[in-house]
Nanobody
């Protein structure tokens, strides 16, 4: 089992920045994909970014078009934590943000159905 706990959400004005954290614990040895997802009220959960991790080293990064160039996913292996740095935030970025993990495969594109372990989420609200 893998446990994931998100933090770092909050309220920010459009154009501002936030950094989300996802702390992983439990049996993380085989955890090779970490992804960030979000869900706005009345909308389906959507992928945001994904990161391939092999032997504690970050590899390929994946971003959906709407956040590419504004968001960055990276990890600190010593802290077993994955981060989502969000810049130039827009009102459309308002959502509950979740991190998720997968223990199989090497394609870490953030498709919700491909990830098996989920955190409880952290709220991000961007005001215009």
């Amino acid at each position: 089992q893998v446990q994931l706990v998100e933090s770092g959400g909050g309220s920010v004005q459009a154009g501002g920045s936030l950094r989300l954290s996802c702390a992983a614990s439990g049996y993380t040895a085989n955890m090779n994909c970490i992804g960030w997802f979000r869900q706005a009220p009345g909308k389906d959960r959507e992928g945001v970014a994904g990161l391939y991790i092999y032997s504690g080293v970050g590899g390929s990064e994946y971003y959906v078009d709407s956040v590419r160039g504004r968001f960055s996913i990276f990890h600190d292996n010593a802290k077993s934590t994955v981060y989502l740095q969000m810049t130039n935030l827009k009102s459309d970025d308002t959502a509950m943000y979740y991190c998720a993990a997968n223990t199989g495969g090497t394609n870490c594109y953030p498709r919700p159905g491909a990830y098996g372990y989920w955190g409880q989420g952290t709220q991000v609200t961007v005001s215009s």
